[in-house]
């Protein structure tokens, strides 16, 4: 489809823009188009509930059993970060390469003077310690965390499980606070923000009540770091310790103390 077809297509179908409103670009609709695509597709494909009890748990369990060994239970989560790894990251970097015709660098993907950054998410990291305490006494969150139960098992399914589970962060971030935040900033400023939030917000709509509205919270600060640095990845690592931080706390909560939690992570 020719670059300006399809922003005047639209706008022949949609009533006049109000006095003032931007007008129709083709960046902006491909970003938009592609994100509800990729989040219908993730939503009904790339979860573990679409790992199990499908064909794909048929077809694939051999090659978990070869691949994972006694592990084999962990196959629905490594499936969930396989697929947030393709639906959230590179799918939309293909996107900012062949279309965008611009770096993956414009979009968050900075490694180069993340570390000076550090202390500010080391320090958001400690002002969430004491509410994810909180929250592992909640009935409601002990009954989510961690996702797969066989997590409290310890070692390497611990570990392998966080790092599926890490996959799935660096999708998150990369999608939202990369792809979202980035490529709306340029049209709509600090709105682009508020835009990337709604659909974040609403993955969380399965998790407990003080998650989802901690979600919004979240999507606007780390959005905002983002775009600050220039970087999404501290962002990434703080999100994934944030994760496995309430995973050991609900297991220290379900196995009677610190020490039998300990003894089970490590």
Not at 22 to 32: G, H, K, Q, S, Y
Not at 49 to 68: D, F, I, K, T
């Given at each position: 489809m020719p670059p300006r077809l399809l922003p005047r297509l639209l706008s022949r179908l949609l009533?006049?823009?109000?006095?003032?409103?931007?007008?129709?670009?083709?960046?902006?609709?491909?970003?938009?188009?592609?994100?509800?695509?990729?989040?219908?597709?993730?939503?009904?494909?790339?979860?573990?509930?679409?790992?199990?009890?499908?064909?794909?748990?048929?077809?694939?369990?051999?090659?978990?059993?070869?691949?994972?060994?006694?592990?084999?239970?962990?196959?629905p989560y490594a499936y969930w970060g396989v697929m947030s790894l393709l639906l959230r990251t590179l799918i939309p970097l293909t996107v900012v390469a062949m279309l965008f015709r611009a770096s993956p660098r414009d979009f968050g993907w900075r490694w180069r003077g993340t570390l000076s950054h550090a202390p500010i998410y080391v320090g958001l990291w400690l002002v969430m310690l004491p509410l994810l305490i909180a929250a592992s006494t909640m009935p409601s969150f002990q009954a989510k965390y961690p996702f797969f139960r066989g997590a409290m098992a310890g070692g390497l399914t611990f570990w392998g499980y966080e790092l599926a589970y890490g996959l799935q962060f660096l999708g998150v971030e990369a999608f939202f606070r990369g792809f979202l935040t980035f490529s709306l900033f340029r049209r709509f400023g600090h709105y682009a923000l508020f835009i990337m939030a709604i659909p974040y917000v609403m993955i969380h709509f399965n998790k407990p009540l003080p998650e989802v509205f901690g979600a919004f919270a979240a999507a606007l600060l780390l959005g905002s770091l983002a775009l600050r640095t220039g970087s999404f990845i501290p962002g990434f690592f703080l999100h994934w310790a944030i994760g496995i931080t309430m995973d050991v706390l609900a297991i220290a909560k379900a196995n009677g103390g610190w020490r039998n939690a300990l003894a089970v992570v490590f």
């Open positions: 009533p006049p823009r109000p006095a003032g409103a931007p007008e129709l670009d083709r960046a902006n609709v491909v970003v938009f188009l592609w994100a509800t695509l990729l989040l219908i597709v993730f939503q009904y494909f790339g979860k573990p509930e679409s790992y199990r009890n499908s064909a794909l748990e048929s077809l694939l369990s051999p090659l978990a059993v070869r691949a994972l060994g006694t592990h084999a239970d962990l196959a």
